[in-house]
C-alpha cells in the first residue's frame, strides 16, 4: 500500500542555516505530495504541495520538488528562523482511487538562536 | 474563510464513558475527513465523507466508533465505551476537489483523554 518514510528527528539547527528534511514516497498511481506543518499545541498547516512530476512548491522561504525518479519530495529551506521550529509532515494525497491523506511520522526541527 | 473548526478542543472522561466530538468544514467544501493522530506520530485516516454520504471507513474505525454527516454540511464523530487506547487527538479535515487536485485544510483537533 501507500506509505511515507520521512527523517526522524528531532533536528536542530542554529538560526539561518540550511533545512533538508527528506521524504520518499510508495505510491499507486500518481498523487499529489503535500508538506504539513504542525506548531506546538495545533492542528495541521498546509505548508506547500506539488501535484505532478518536477512540479515545485513553495511557501514562506520553503521549497519542494515532485521528483519521481527518486519518488521523494524533500523539504528545503535556505536560512532558518527561530519561527521554523515545529513538526513537519510528508504526506502523499489520495490514489488509487481511496480519498484518505497518508502522512510520514512527522520530523521535529528546532531552530535555536 | 473562516478555516475547520472543531469542538471540544480537549476532552478528559472516564474509561466506559461515550464521548462526542463536532466539527464544522470549511464552508462549500463538500468532503470532510477525520483523522487519529496520537503522540509522535502522523495522523491516520479514520473515515471520509463525500456530502452526507461516508464513503470510505479504515480498519481503525471500530464498532465503537460512529461518524454522521446529517446534512452534507457540520460531523459529528462519537467514541461508545472509551478506552484508555483512544486517547489521541482527533483531526477533521474538509476539501473541495477542484480540476483534479483535492487538498484537506485541517482544523485545530481535539485532545481526547481517557482515565
Known amino acids: 500500500g501507500d506509505s511515507v518514510t520521512q527523517m526522524e528527528g528531532p533536528v536542530t539547527l542554529s538560526e539561518e542555516a540550511f533545512l533538508t528534511i527528506n521524504c520518499t514516497y510508495t505510491?499507486?498511481?500518481?498523487?499529489?505530495l503535500f508538506w504539513y506543518v504542525q506548531y506546538p499545541g495545533e492542528g495541521l498547516q498546509l505548508l506547500l504541495k506539488a501535484t505532478k512530476a518536477d512540479d515545485k512548491g513553495s511557501n514562506k522561504g520553503f521549497e519542494a520538488t515532485y521528483r519521481k525518479e527518486t519518488t521523494s519530495f524533500h523539504l528545503e529551506k535556505g536560512s532558518v528562523q527561530v519561527s521554523d521550529s515545529a513538526v513537519y509532515f510528508c504526506?502523499?494525497?489520495?490514489?488509487?482511487?481511496?480519498?484518505?491523506?497518508?502522512f510520514g511520522t512527522g520530523t521535529k526541527l528546532q531552530v535555536i538562536p | 474563510d473562516t478555516g475547520v473548526s472543531q469542538d471540544p478542543r480537549h476532552k478528559i472522561t472516564k474509561r466506559g464513558q461515550n464521548v462526542t466530538f463536532r466539527c464544522d468544514p470549511i464552508s462549500e467544501h463538500n468532503r470532510l475527513y477525520w483523522y487519529r493522530q496520537t503522540l509522535g506520530q502522523g495522523p491516520e485516516f479514520l473515515t471520509y465523507f463525500q456530502n452526507e454520504a461516508q464513503l470510505e471507513k479504515s480498519r481503525l474505525l471500530s464498532d465503537r466508533f460512529s461518524a454522521e454527516r446529517p446534512k452534507g454540511s457540520f460531523s459529528t464523530l462519537e467514541i461508545q465505551r472509551t478506552e484508555q487506547g483512544d486517547s489521541a487527538m482527533y483531526l477533521c479535515?474538509?476539501?473541495?476537489?477542484?480540476?483534479?487536485?483535492?487538498?484537506?485544510?485541517f482544523g485545530p483537533g481535539t485532545r481526547l483523554t481517557v482515565l
Open positions: 479535515a474538509s476539501s473541495l476537489p477542484d480540476r483534479g487536485t483535492d487538498t484537506q485544510y
Open positions: 505510491a499507486t498511481g500518481y498523487p499529489s
Open positions: 504526506a502523499l494525497g489520495p490514489s488509487g482511487g481511496y480519498q484518505k491523506v497518508t
